[in-house]
């Protein structure tokens, strides 16, 4: 599977599970539901895509994880928003975007973001994603590096084995499951949000085809050219030196930043403490830290 294996397992948890504790993080997006934002549709790809546009500044993309819609981001999206125009898509199946017949690849969900950022007249954004859209914002960057100033990447992975052992052996999932999902945060937020409530477990059997491919975009990183931070929890989905692994690929770490601070990479890597995938994207600790980073507004790495 492609970044949407963590997810997966937490939904397996909170199907199974009453305990508050386990549906918090889920329960907090229905609050984001119907919070401000500038509502419209792009058709590109073939997708009649879901986007938001919130605040004013330098154009940020903003990418939600799998099975998850723009109001995972909850506080976030307004910490962003505040001096940048945050763009934030419903990815391909996701949130108010409808699905289409094609298989979920991170690949082309990267294209159509680069697509509507050409819609939209927007030459080069900066492109944030949390797991599954860290994944797209990855591709966007490899596939069209023109179009990304700046790039944030949280909790991503470059491959499936880096996840720790009780994710890769999480059962896999199917639009059999459906029915057993009812009730569920991630049940209710699709139903409060999608187009066609009945595709569900179109959704469910899509990523479960995803969860059975294998995948290392090691050699994706190579043809990055923007500046990256790379944000993981230190209680993430696989160990932090996961994240030093793609923080060096990317250049960083590689002597020290001196006392002027010139030996400095352009690209940054922050591991938040006590934070994990399950928190991450609506911790106000990760808008702060992505801020930091793209006001920075530098050139390439």
């Given at each position: 599977?492609?970044?949407?294996?963590?997810?997966?397992?937490?939904?397996?948890?909170?199907?199974?599970?009453?305990?508050?504790?386990?549906?918090?993080?889920?329960?907090?997006?229905a609050?984001?539901?119907?919070?401000?934002?500038?509502?419209?549709?792009?058709?590109?790809?073939?997708?009649?895509?879901?986007?938001?546009?919130?605040?004013?500044?330098?154009?940020?993309?903003?990418?939600?994880?799998?099975?998850?819609?723009?109001?995972?981001?909850?506080?976030?999206?307004?910490?962003?928003?505040?001096?940048?125009?945050?763009?934030?898509?419903?990815?391909?199946?996701?949130?108010?975007?409808?699905?289409?017949?094609?298989?979920?690849?991170?690949?082309?969900?990267?294209?159509?973001?680069?697509?509507?950022?050409?819609?939209?007249?927007?030459?080069?954004?900066?492109?944030?994603g949390?797991s599954?859209?860290g994944?797209?914002?990855?591709q966007?960057a490899?596939?069209h590096?023109?179009?990304?100033?700046?790039?944030?990447?949280?909790?991503t992975?470059?491959?499936?084995?880096?996840?720790?052992?009780?994710?890769?052996?999480?059962?896999?999932?199917?639009g059999?499951?459906?029915?057993?999902?009812?009730?569920?945060?991630?049940?209710?937020?699709?139903?409060?949000?999608?187009?066609?409530?009945?595709?569900?477990?179109?959704?469910?059997?899509k990523?479960?085809?995803?969860?059975?491919?294998d995948?290392?975009?090691?050699?994706?990183?190579?043809?990055?050219t923007?500046?990256?931070?790379v944000?993981?929890?230190?209680?993430?989905?696989?160990a932090?030196?996961?994240?030093?692994?793609?923080?060096?690929?990317?250049?960083?770490?590689?002597?020290?930043?001196?006392?002027d601070g010139?030996?400095?990479?352009?690209?940054?890597?922050?591991?938040?403490?006590?934070?994990?995938?399950?928190?991450?994207?609506?911790?106000?600790?990760?808008g702060?830290?992505?801020l930091?980073?793209?006001?920075?507004?530098?050139g390439?790495?």
């Amino acid at each position: 599977m492609r970044y949407l294996l963590p997810i997966i397992a937490w939904l397996v948890m909170t199907a199974n599970s009453d305990t508050s504790s386990a549906q918090a993080p889920a329960s907090a997006w229905a609050r984001y539901a119907a919070a401000e934002g500038q509502g419209h549709y792009a058709d590109v790809n073939g997708v009649h895509l879901y986007y938001e546009i919130r605040g004013t500044g330098e154009p940020l993309v903003l990418l939600h994880g799998g099975l998850g819609a723009i109001e995972m981001f909850g506080p976030n999206l307004h910490i962003l928003a505040e001096n940048h125009q945050v763009i934030a898509v419903d990815l391909q199946g996701h949130g108010r975007t409808a699905d289409v017949d094609r298989p979920f690849r991170v690949e082309t969900m990267a294209d159509d973001i680069a697509a509507l950022l050409e819609h939209l007249h927007i030459s080069r954004a900066d492109v944030m994603g949390y797991s599954l859209g860290g994944g797209v914002a990855l591709q966007v960057a490899a596939r069209h590096p023109s179009v990304v100033h700046r790039l944030v990447l949280v909790s991503t992975s470059l491959r499936r084995k880096d996840f720790y052992p009780e994710i890769l052996n999480a059962p896999q999932i199917g639009g059999s499951a459906a029915e057993q999902m009812k009730g569920t945060p991630i049940w209710d937020l699709y139903m409060s949000l999608a187009p066609r409530k009945q595709d569900f477990p179109r959704l469910l059997d899509k990523i479960g085809t995803l969860m059975a491919t294998d995948y290392d975009f090691t050699s994706d990183i190579a043809k990055v050219t923007a500046p990256t931070l790379v944000v993981a929890g230190d209680a993430d989905i696989f160990a932090p030196s996961h994240a030093v692994e793609l923080f060096g690929l990317l250049g960083g770490g590689k002597r020290d930043g001196g006392y002027d601070g010139s030996g400095r990479s352009a690209s940054r890597l922050a591991i938040l403490p006590g934070i994990t995938h399950y928190t991450i994207f609506a911790a106000p600790e990760l808008g702060e830290t992505a801020l930091r980073f793209l006001n920075e507004r530098g050139g390439k790495k």
